[in-house]
């Protein structure tokens, strides 16, 4: 079966723009997380959404928020963008159970550079 | 707030040695996954262990869970340089959904020819 996309795969914005990614989760699956990887800090978990709700936030400020929509899709948005910003941002999917077992498939990820 | 520590941070062998990748916490999890990432993709699932002194095997890679499910390990014997990436640890938490994972920061493996 299809994984899990992000698009766009690569971004160049200024600061202070706004910028939004996508990301399509495997078919059946309800659970989207997103996750931000920098060389300093590493991966960090922004935000889980399932079921069009959000579940679970993390600790980043107001201008990162997202969306889910009713076929599973996610989008999150990044708002008056900073320097600090620019990642590697990860969109990973699952079927959303609580249980150890439920195994989160990760896309590629969208390169954002922030200038 | 549950951190997750990962040592070491980089590694570079020969082909054919062994290592150990370790993975630490004075919080508990419920489970503790392991992942692979290349340049340029997603991280890619390993194993999951979910039972306190668990060991799983991977061909030549061995996963052990500690029994207080507060640390883990990643045994690579005889490495080859397909096996070069990041290595990463991630648990989560309990009473908590899996999609909320806290990675440690890597590891940076290099297996030389």
């Known amino acids: 079966k299809a994984g899990v996309t992000q698009t766009p795969r690569y971004l160049i914005k200024t600061r202070g723009q706004q910028v939004t990614l996508s990301c399509s989760p495997i078919s059946g699956h309800r659970s989207v997380s997103w996750y931000q990887q920098t060389p300093g800090q590493g991966l960090q978990f922004l935000f889980e959404y399932f079921s069009e709700t959000q579940r679970n936030k993390g600790n980043f400020p107001g201008r990162f928020s997202g969306r889910q929509f009713s076929n599973s899709r996610s989008e999150m948005n990044v708002s008056t963008l900073e320097l600090g910003d620019s990642a590697l941002y990860l969109c990973a999917s699952s079927k959303g159970g609580t249980h150890g077992t439920d195994t989160q498939y990760f896309g590629p990820g969208t390169r954002l550079t922030v200038l | 707030t549950q951190l997750l520590e990962q040592s070491p941070q980089f590694l570079s062998i020969q082909e054919g040695e062994n290592l150990t990748v370790y993975c630490n916490s004075s919080?508990?999890?419920?489970?503790l996954q392991w992942y692979r990432q290349e340049p340029g993709e997603g991280p890619v699932l390993l194993v999951t262990?979910?039972?306190?002194?668990e060991v799983k095997k991977l061909k030549r890679l061995t996963f052990q869970f500690g029994d207080a499910r507060k640390d883990s390990s990643l045994h690579i014997t005889a490495a080859q340089p397909g096996d070069t990436g990041l290595y990463l640890c991630a648990g989560a938490a309990y009473g908590g959904s899996q999609g909320n994972l806290i990675f440690g920061k890597g590891t940076k493996l290099s297996v030389k020819p």
């Open positions: 262990v979910v039972t306190g002194g």
């Open positions: 919080s508990v999890f419920s489970s």
